[in-house]
């Protein structure tokens, strides 16, 4: 028995299952890769490889059962039946996964057919991620600390009048802490917790899942639509998918500044709002709302949410630069589910790259608002960059 195991197919964040809808009608048959990116420089310990290999393999076994396909029919009625009965008969397969170790070093790559591989970059981080704590027998902050802690968040949340949704399956501490954070969420009825981007923890909780589209929706339209009509014809294809439900639209994939050139009138007023997730939040907002008022929209008719790198300073910080402004709600995730008194990791996966009708691949990149958070072929960095015309 592997030493730590996912428990449901749906054990995942909500936008990797409405992506798999669009991709599964849109793409079905692109053939792409993902990379696990090592962010922290982190060491695992010796046979690391060999015992995610273990929890890898037992996913084969995973299946959405019939409790879970009737919460997604009752709770997220714009995903079509079609698209559940497929999940219904879908099965991971390990075999799309690769695993090596050298040293301390850990490579995954991920290669497959978009429709399918899409699924495992959630699970695989918060497979590492737990492996890695329980490996080097890392004692944790006790149960009462993580739920005290917790509240105390929930509090200071509400204090402050804004809602906010837990983020942090990708990097959470342990399957264990997510759910007494989520006991802890769910305590008070009255609180502006408002969901979670983890669909098997909506459903035992009962809450609403959040989310709507990641980074890799829009690298992949830029690997096979070209960097200049990558957001457009990405926008294009989620409104033809989902006719204005699940309308917050992730901006920084190639900066913001180039977003909002080609966040139209028509999608302006069509979407709800955007996802603020790298640079400035202040500078992110007032660059929002100034759009916003450049289209002639009421910025408090739409809203940012914002989920990068959280914490209640920050939290704090943006509340009161917004308040007034611009509708605001929040996505925190490590600080919510690996804050335990140990050192959260800092990993990533990303895909990589798309492969061609001819068979080689195109190289996919992300132009986030932090430098730093640059990925991709260095060489495609710098062409994004020319055809974008994005100077540093």
Same mark, same amino acid.
């Given at each position: ?5 996912? @428990? ?12 798999q ?17 090592? %962010?922290?420089e982190h ?40 698209y ?6 879908? %099965? ?28 495992w970059?959630?699970?695989?981080l918060?497979?590492i ?7 080097g ?18 509090r ?6 804004v ?8 990097? %959470?501490?342990?399957y ?26 909506a459903?035992?909780?009962?809450t609403?899942?959040?989310?709507t ?24 294809h989620?409104?033809d998918?989902? %006719? ?10 190639f ?34 709302i @100034? ?28 509340t009161?630069?917004?308040r ?8 925190i ?12 990791m ?12 001819n ?34």
């Amino acid at each position: 028995m592997p030493l730590v195991q996912l @428990n449901s197919i749906l054990d995942n964040d909500f936008y990797k299952i409405t992506m798999q809808n669009a991709v599964v009608k849109l793409f079905p048959s692109q053939v792409v890769k993902y990379k696990f990116i090592n %962010r922290g420089e982190h060491q695992f310990p010796e046979n690391f490889a060999e015992e995610l290999r273990h929890s890898v393999n037992a996913m084969a076994e995973l299946k959405l059962t019939k409790d879970e396909k009737k919460f997604m029919e009752k709770t997220c009625p714009y995903i079509d039946l079609p698209y559940l009965d497929f999940l219904e008969g879908f %099965r991971y397969d390990p075999s799309e996964v690769h695993i090596s170790q050298h040293g301390t070093e850990l490579e995954v790559t991920v290669e497959g057919l978009w429709y399918r591989t899409i699924l495992w970059e959630v699970p695989l981080l918060s497979l590492i991620s737990e492996l890695n704590y329980a490996m080097g027998n890392l004692e944790r902050n006790s149960n009462e600390i993580v739920i005290e802690n917790t509240l105390e968040k929930a509090r200071r949340m509400k204090y402050l009048g804004v809602t906010f949704a837990e983020f942090g399956t990708r990097r %959470r501490h342990s399957y264990k802490v997510q759910r007494l954070v989520l006991d802890a969420l769910m305590r008070d009825r009255n609180s502006t917790f408002i969901g979670t981007s983890n669909v098997h923890m909506a459903m035992i909780y009962q809450t609403k899942p959040i989310g709507t589209h990641a980074h890799e929706w829009f690298m992949f339209h830029a690997a096979e639509y070209g960097f200049k009509m990558a957001n457009k014809i990405a926008l294009e294809h989620w409104v033809d998918i989902y %006719r204005g439900d699940l309308g917050v639209a992730l901006s920084d994939t190639f900066t913001t500044d180039v977003f909002f050139k080609q966040f139209d009138k028509k999608f302006t007023k069509l979407f709800d709002g955007v996802r603020h997730d790298s640079g400035d939040p202040i500078e992110f907002a007032q660059k929002t709302i @100034n759009h916003y008022e450049e289209n002639g929209i009421n910025p408090l008719f739409k809203y940012i949410i914002f989920s990068d790198g959280l914490n209640l300073e920050k939290v704090d910080e943006i509340t009161q630069a917004c308040r007034g402004k611009i509708g605001i709600s929040f996505g925190i995730g490590t600080n919510l589910t690996n804050d335990v008194g140990l050192r959260p990791m800092n990993i990533v996966m990303k895909l990589i790259g798309v492969q061609a009708p001819n068979k080689d691949w195109i190289a996919t990149v992300k132009l986030s608002d932090e430098k730093g958070k640059y990925t991709g072929d260095p060489k495609m960095i710098e062409l994004a960059k020319e055809f974008l015309r994005i100077k540093e």
